[in-house]
């Protein structure tokens, strides 16, 4: 009997997760432009190319997945585009898909658009895919059977109590992230601080996102609906164990459900945002858990400024007061950190990896230099108050975060899922 008797009733985790540059993504253009942005019918020779090349791909033994989407670029005009997913090398996919891609090309245009790897074009999709379609073989799609078959996979994986069908898209975007995105919160030794800021700025990216189609209306809403598909579906990706993990917790509430149905309101989104938003805050980041509770609203508050991807959208002004707003946070983290790691250099309990890490910081912040085992809790608020807030800033994703998550406490959840695919 194992020790968690929930392992072996939970949707499984995908094993052996390939390296993303280790995976082949070619994008072609297909058909022709449209004349809008609205969800057109699928042509008859793409429907027929999505059911054969699956058959095909499985005969060759590959593993990976097709993906098509429309385009909503806002300066290009609208269309089909059909990505094409392989764990290998390019020669390998394009071998194994020669005979559909080209019984395709004999009935509509198609033209390459990009050919790079999963870690470049996972950004593009965030900006501009619509999902319509996915379809997955080998590998992949032994593992996505295998939950889509699973008696409780609508509770964690699909986006429960909207209406989402297991074949649509959106409902296997959490499955994609699942097997080449960020790895499972639900590590070994517990839920981390970093894993609470990642749920917090994922939470804090998905209200942003409907913010800005809320302000833009119908005008701008098409531009900005695939990075609303896409971040929703990287929440409920970010929070899929933790709502696993309140199944093993007496008395918990169920996760609510994020609001995926096509006649979707940015008004039903975003109340579907704050419910999963006071479910976080009351479940796993209390007042019991104060590491935890910080990193999660750091997170939601200061989305933009870690994402990359977002910051194109703020303006200098804007980014002097979220450096700001985020140097509080900063402070309380590295105080919080450095009170552990003082406490066990002088306790003789430091690991070598701890020392390593807080030798790193010091040389990006040398204000914290003169610190050593015999340092009051005064010393570490003054050295601390000394940092800038651009460097401080500037040190935050690199080098305080994972400081901090080594020495942080870990909140344990009594729940996992089992290896399979």
Known sequence: MPADDYAGFLPPVFANRPDGEDITLRTFIVGDPLPDHQMAGIPAP???????????????????????????????????????????????????VAKPLARLAQAMSV?????????????????????????????????????????????????????????????????????????????????????????????????????????????????F???????????????????????????????????????????????????????????????????HRNAFIAGVQNAVWLDPDLQQYVQPQQRD???????????????MALYNHLGNLADDRATADQISLFDLLVASLPELASLNSLSTQRDIEQHIIRIDAARAAAAFDALVIPFCDLLMPRLSLAASRHQAG
């Open 46 to 96: 793409m429907q027929m190319f999505l059911d054969l090349v699956a058959p095909a791909m499985e005969r060759a033994g590959a593993d990976g997945f097709a993906h098509l989407w429309l385009d909503h670029h806002p300066h290009e005009q609208p269309g089909w585009r059909l990505s094409l997913a392989h764990i290998g090398t390019v020669a390998d996919l394009n071998a194994a």
């Open 111 to 223: 033209t390459e658009f990009e050919t790079a790897n999963w870690e470049e074009t996972r950004p593009l999709w965030r900006k501009r895919a619509q999902p319509v379609r996915l379809v997955y073989w080998g590998r992949l799609g032994r593992h996505v059977r295998a939950v889509i078959g699973h008696g409780d996979a609508p509770s964690f994986y699909l986006p429960a109590g909207a209406g989402v069908r297991s074949d649509q898209a959106v409902a296997s975007l959490p499955l994609l992230d699942d097997m080449l995105g960020a790895r499972s919160v639900l590590a070994a030794d517990g839920l981390g601080f970093e894993n609470a800021l990642q749920i917090g700025i994922a939470l804090g990216r998905a209200h942003l996102i409907e913010s800005w189609i809320e302000a833009g209306g119908d005008e701008k809403e098409p531009y």
């Open 225 to 291: 609906r695939p990075m609303q598909i896409w971040h929703q579906a990287w929440l409920t990706h970010a929070v899929m164990d933790l709502a696993i993990a309140s199944l093993a917790m007496s008395g918990q509430p169920p996760m609510p459900a994020l609001d995926y149905a096509g006649d979707a309101t940015p008004q039903s989104r975003k109340a579907a945002l704050d419910d999963l938003s006071a479910w976080l805050t009351a479940l796993f980041f209390s007042e019991a858990n104060p590491a």
């Open 321 to 335: 007061e979220i450096i700001q707003g985020l140097l509080p946070y900063c402070r309380w983290f590295l105080a």
